[in-house]
């Protein structure tokens, strides 16, 4: 336990002030998510610029394509927040089936599957499929939560929970702790939009 600390310690030391900055914008995006405040998206923007550039200098790269990916969609879940709702702002929660969600993951596991494999074999990437897996299914959940699909928030605990061992072995220490209270986060985010849900369907 005592090495867990010591090194928990130099690695707090040794983070950068971008990473730092990364990390408080990123907690600022899911929060202001949770609570459906369209400027989520300003705070996702910049985090996600600086995100671009630390994945790939730790070489993960699929990662840091994820986060140019992220960045378009900052732009696009602006604009379906603010204008594409029935007041503006107040774009409504929507549901998709489960056939629908299972036919994506299956779709998505497959090319998890090849780009795992291209990448795994002809590249220096590291964790290929576990870097393949997060960067696919957070691309599709991005786009979930622009569109403001209640089940966005159930595929994040999962992406963000795997996520927390891919950072961890990189020795992203401090955003292995962020996506692990990613997780918790997304929970709550699942429970206020669930409930919010349901306030919509009695009105």
Not at 2 to 19: H, K
Not at 46 to 56: K, R
Not at 167 to 188: P, R
Not at 191 to 201: N, V
Request: net charge negative; aromatic share 22%.
């Amino acid at each position: 336990m005592s090495d867990f600390f010591e090194t928990f310690g130099q690695q707090v030391v040794a983070t950068s002030v971008w990473e730092w900055l990364g990390v408080a914008l990123a907690i600022a995006y899911v929060l202001l998510a949770i609570k459906e405040n369209i400027w989520c998206w300003v705070a996702a923007f910049f985090s996600t610029a600086i995100y671009t550039v630390l994945f790939y200098d730790v070489n993960l790269f699929m990662e840091s394509l994820l986060n140019v990916y992220y960045l378009l969609m900052a732009v696009y879940g602006f604009y379906q927040w603010r204008f594409t709702g029935r007041k503006g702002n107040d774009k409504p929660i929507s549901r998709w089936s489960i056939k629908t969600h299972l036919m994506w993951i299956v779709g998505l596991l497959v090319i998890v599957a090849i780009s795992g494999y291209l990448l795994d074999n002809y590249t220096t990437q590291d964790f290929a499929y576990v870097d393949s897996f997060t960067t696919w299914f957070a691309v599709f959940t991005t786009y979930l939560l622009a569109q403001k699909v209640l089940e966005n928030w159930l595929y994040w605990v999962v992406i963000d929970f795997v996520s927390v061992f891919l950072y961890w072995e990189k020795g992203l220490l401090i955003t292995a702790i962020l996506f692990a209270g990613y997780t918790v986060m997304a929970i709550i985010g699942w429970l206020e939009w669930k409930k919010h849900y349901e306030q919509q369907k009695t009105t």
